[in-house]
């Protein structure tokens, strides 16, 4: 049969796949660094935005799961920024101006990346189930002409033909599988969600006028829509392990 070695191969590689993603499950430590790392980056990213209206952001709280993990990335964030320390300028309308500007660049380039995002999960989500439900149409309507050309009595179909009606629907639930784990959809969603979000905060920045204390509240406005939307992606994204156990 030419196609037989092919199915065998095809059972190997998924074999293999299974085997490679739960030894990447169980790479437990370097994916908590990886964590660690980037809620370190998400507060300095926070902090440098209410730096130069004199104040700083409080490091968010880490999940329960992760909580020994982080514990050094808080205490290493509030050095750093004591290191920096407060800038040495007169908070005049002309500077907590050119703050406000440099926190809505800041927050419309969030708002950019967020929407990239969305967009780019919502592709996938198309891709992978126009895949998933081409091939099993494929082996369905592969499976109807064999049944009716065995009706019919006439030649039975060719044996390549009759093992890709079986291979083809069986590779359906892969794809259809990677949709439902990837949460594509549901996390494009949350993207477009934390992106209106942040454009509510821009329009309130926008209507805070040259005050201090009024342009202060909606910058920490928009640090917490920042911090809040790295902390759930730590959660929903990078907290789970890939495992067969």
Same mark, same amino acid.
């Given at each position: 049969a030419p196609l037989r070695p092919v199915g065998f &191969?095809? #059972?190997? =590689?998924?074999l293999i796949a299974v085997i490679?993603?739960?030894a990447r499950g169980r790479w437990a430590r370097s994916q908590r660094r990886f964590i660690a790392y980037r809620a370190l980056a998400e507060y300095l990213r926070n902090a440098r935005l209410?730096?130069?209206?004199?104040?700083?952001?409080?490091?968010p709280g880490a999940a329960?799961?992760?909580?020994?993990?982080?514990?050094?990335?808080?205490?290493y964030g509030q050095r750093a920024v004591r290191a920096v320390g407060l800038p040495s300028l007169r908070l005049d309308p002309a500077a907590t101006a050119d703050?406000?500007?440099?926190?809505?660049?800041?927050? &419309?380039? #969030?708002? =950019?990346y967020l929407l990239g995002r969305a967009a780019r999960y919502d592709a996938i989500a198309k891709r992978l189930q126009r895949i998933g439900v081409a091939l099993f149409s494929c082996g369905v309507g592969a499976a109807a002409i064999r049944t009716a050309a065995?009706?019919?009595?006439?030649?039975p179909t060719p044996l390549w033909f009759d093992e890709t009606a079986l291979i083809l629907p069986?590779?359906?639930?892969?794809?259809?599988?990677?949709?439902?784990?990837?949460?594509?959809?549901?996390?494009?969603t949350r993207y477009r969600a934390v992106a209106a979000?942040?454009?509510?905060?821009?329009?309130s920045l926008d209507a805070a006028g040259l005050g201090r204390a009024a342009v202060l509240r909606a910058a920490r406005r928009i640090a917490d829509v920042m911090l809040a939307e790295g902390a759930d992606w730590q959660l929903l994204i990078k907290a789970r392990t890939i495992s067969v156990l």
């Open positions: &191969a095809l #059972q190997f =590689a998924s490679a993603f739960s209410l730096l130069p209206l004199g104040a700083a952001v409080c490091p329960v799961h992760q909580a020994q993990a982080a514990d050094w990335t808080a205490w703050a406000a500007a440099f926190i809505r660049a800041q927050a &419309a380039d #969030q708002v =950019a065995m009706l019919a009595g006439g030649a069986a590779l359906a639930p892969v794809f259809l599988g990677l949709l439902g784990f990837g949460e594509y959809g549901r996390l494009a979000e942040l454009r509510v905060q821009l329009a």
